[in-house]
């Protein structure tokens, strides 16, 4: 999953015309022919086992990378600290699964230099490839006491930890609950679906009583992490550093399937990404239901369709009348990296630590739920006080974030890019997802071996 | 002396940035094909590698179709508007038309392919009737799959065929007018002068985009990434050659098997120019 979660809805296509290309991969490979005459290849002194040799500390400015989102933060620090000198680069966090931090830290650790000392990205599996590279510095062996760590939701930082060795710190959480317009449903009589049976059953109400009102949106690359995960559909379940185990065709993935293909058929299911010009045109003010991570309030209710107050509500996510709970997926919620490059260590982890747990950023700018509990509280208690939602938003959250299906891992691959590549540009043509389900898996299943990864099937 | 001193100046000046930024890192490239990730010799296995990768056969025939399209559409549009641009000369309207042909590629190339984003997304084109009429309602109707070869010749003619018209023109500018007087006393129509007269003594020149056009189609790169980037990842963004090629650096941090691509590419380019040249008479004095 290198690519992927797109954290905050950043649209950042760029680069330059077809020639491009070429000057680009000459430009870089006329960078690697000065690097190699440093000895090429090599990196820091990490790699995966956690003997980690901090470089010679020299302290100097602080190199900062952070996406558009987390400018606020960088700039807070800044503010409160003005002893601390800082570089703060703006680049494009990964979105989309630009790859730009990786293919730069490849690069640099070709010149032997240039690598930044803490980095922002909007991807959670980072650590797949920063941690074989020796990017990334170890935190919790001596970097960052036992005490903070302690404060993060429970399994918020598993996407960092490799060999019980933390790598990185979760920014936000994106655990998937249902939003809903509580005026809405209450002027149509309607009640809020517990079940996906009902939440199906609804979809297809609406279909013939309110027909063009939605009930989700199914046209994004996230769709996958958004239905799919919570059905606890074993498409990517990495079994091992570099073992995934992919099955698209059990039942937990063919009812998620049929209920997707039924509302699509009838609708109610957008085949537009939420992030499109023409979903804000057409269907934006025409959203009953959706199902998605904690960040679309604030991102996308209030941010990009400037939603009217009072109207957005948030029920925890259906659950399935078989399944005992109800369960969540996740959506992106980014990272920090700490590099094991750095020569202002203790600069970094002050700040790492800072702009992870503060209450001055992550509860008062953040537009995400903070993975830091404490921060999350008070991120909550901000959210009530902003009079935008309709009842309480922070139960059905906080649930949720303890409701993540653990059996979804974050692997190498995009299954963002995957799912759009393979799914979607045929979902459009017509198909149903019922009907690509082993296509999808073939897709999968060829993707982790390039990467790879030992696929079991 | 001192004018063929300068001469060589000039020269060197660009002899050196070819070999700073063309030969180095072409042979560097070509080092890194043959070798492993320690820098062993490793024969042809980067080749295999890259030849037996799920994404390749399906890169070449996407890259075989464009190749295709635009190939053809380049020679048919580019000498057919040159002959017209050439018609018109006499009537004053050949100078708005060229500046209007070359505005397009005038534009950087990023920015050109950021102009066709927003005329291929019906939301916000200013031709959204047209791709109404077509039956198309959102961006990711418009890029499907199967209209990519045809939307990318679309972006490429857009952005580079004005220049090759220029270009045209210019050497149809160059056929005598004798030779044009004769051929209108023995009878020939605006037609079979095109046909008989000017076309022929254009071959050269129709020869010499069709190997830079080819070579520059080959490399596809940026108009699928971005619309990959775009449509977020719908359009596919190992479309094409390159793309797959900067997937294995940077993806899959396999450095070795992307350089074994981009000599494939470098190959086929050289062989087909070859070709073209051989069959062309490219060389031949005239």
Not at chain 1, 82 to 100: F, L, Q, T, W
Not at chain 1, 206 to 222: Q, R
Not at chain 2, 41 to 46: C, I, R, V, Y
Request: proline letters at 5%; hydrophobic letters at 45%; one cysteine or more.
């Amino acid at each position: 999953m290198t690519a992927k979660v797109r954290a905050v809805g950043v649209h950042t296509p760029g680069g330059t015309r077809r020639r491009a290309g070429l000057l680009a991969t000459a430009g870089a490979l006329a960078l690697v022919t000065v690097g190699a005459c440093g000895g090429g290849g090599g990196s820091g002194g990490n790699g995966s086992h956690g003997d980690f040799h901090p470089v010679k500390q020299t302290g100097g400015a602080l190199t900062v990378w952070v996406d558009a989102s987390r400018m606020d933060a960088a700039k807070l620090y800044q503010k409160q600290h003005p002893d601390v000198k800082m570089n703060i680069v703006s680049y494009d966090g990964d979105a989309n699964g630009s790859n730009y931090l990786r293919t730069k830290v490849s690069l640099f650790d070709r010149t032997r230099k240039g690598w930044p000392d803490v980095v922002f990205s909007s991807q959670n599996n980072e650590t797949t490839w920063a941690v074989d590279a020796g990017f990334t510095a170890p935190l919790n062996k001596g970097l960052i006491p036992e005490s903070t760590l302690s404060g993060w939701a429970k399994g918020a930082n598993t996407p960092c930890t490799v060999n019980g060795t933390l790598y990185c710190l979760r920014n936000d959480l994106a655990q998937t609950v249902l939003w809903y317009n509580a005026p809405l449903m209450k002027q149509w009589g309607y009640q809020v679906p517990q079940t996906w049976e009902q939440y199906q059953a609804l979809g297809q109400k609406v279909a013939t009583e309110h027909p063009g009102y939605l009930v989700g949106s199914g046209g994004d690359t996230w769709a996958p992490e958004l239905y799919m995960w919570p059905s606890k559909c074993g498409a990517n379940q990495i079994t091992g550093p570099k073992a995934v185990t992919v099955n698209t065709t059990s039942a937990e993935c063919t009812r998620m399937a049929s209920l997707l293909d039924t509302l699509i058929k009838n609708k109610t299911m957008s085949m537009s990404s939420v992030f499109s010009s023409d979903f804000d045109k057409n269907q934006a003010a025409k959203i009953l239901m959706m199902p998605g991570p904690s960040w679309f309030g604030g991102a996308l209710f209030q941010g990009t369709f400037k939603t009217p107050a009072h109207q957005i509500a948030v029920a925890p996510m259906p659950k399935w009348s078989a399944d005992p709970g109800s369960t969540a997926g996740n959506v992106g919620g980014g990272t920090w990296l700490l590099s094991a490059h750095s020569a202002n260590l203790k600069a970094a982890t002050a700040f790492l630590t800072w702009v992870t747990t503060s209450d001055d950023y992550q509860a008062k700018l953040a537009p995400g739920y903070p993975a830091y509990t404490s921060a999350a509280k008070s991120w909550l208690a901000k959210q009530a006080a902003s009079d935008f939602f309709a009842g309480d938003i922070s139960s059905p959250m906080q649930a949720a974030a303890n409701e993540v299906w653990p059996g979804w891992g974050y692997g190498q691959f995009s299954q963002e890019a995957v799912w759009a590549a393979t799914v979607t540009p045929k979902l459009t043509a017509g198909k149903t997802i019922a009907s690509l389900l082993p296509a999808w898996q073939s897709a999968i299943a060829n993707y982790a071996r390039a990467a790879g990864y030992k696929v079991t099937q | 002396m001192w004018s063929g001193r300068a001469g060589y100046g000039f020269v060197a000046a660009y002899t050196v940035l070819l070999i700073a930024f063309g030969l180095v890192p072409t042979g560097y490239a070509v080092y890194f094909a043959f070798t492993d990730g320690g820098g062993t010799f490793s024969g042809l296995s980067n080749f295999s590698t890259a030849v037996s990768d799920f994404r390749f056969t399906p890169a070449v025939e996407h890259v075989a179709l464009y190749l295709l399209w635009w190939l053809v559409s380049l020679v048919v549009l580019v000498v057919g508007l040159a002959l017209l641009l050439h018609r018109l000369a006499s009537r004053g309207v050949s100078r708005a038309l060229r500046f209007l042909y070359y505005v397009p590629g005038a534009l950087a190339g990023a920015a050109s392919v950021m102009v066709w984003l927003f005329v291929l997304d019906p939301t916000v084109s200013p031709v959204a009737f047209l791709l109404r009429a077509f039956g198309y309602h959102t961006f990711g109707e418009v890029i499907a799959p199967g209209h990519l070869p045809i939307l990318f010749t679309l972006i490429a003619f857009w952005t580079g065929a004005g220049g090759w018209i220029v270009v045209m023109y210019g050497a149809l500018n160059n056929i005598s007018q004798d030779v044009l007087e004769a051929a209108r006393i023995d009878g020939a129509g605006a037609w079979q002068t095109a046909w008989r007269i000017q076309i022929p003594l254009l071959r050269k020149w129709i020869v010499y985009m069709l190997i830079l056009a080819f070579a520059g189609g080959t490399q596809l790169f940026v108009e699928p990434q971005l619309l990959s980037q775009a449509s977020v990842g719908v359009a596919g963004r190992d479309y094409s050659l390159n793309q797959l090629a900067y997937d294995f650096a940077f993806q899959n941090n396999d450095v070795n098997t992307a350089a074994a691509v981009s000599v494939e590419l470098l190959l086929v380019g050289l062989v087909v120019a070859g070709v073209f040249v051989a069959r062309s008479g490219f060389f031949d004095a005239d």
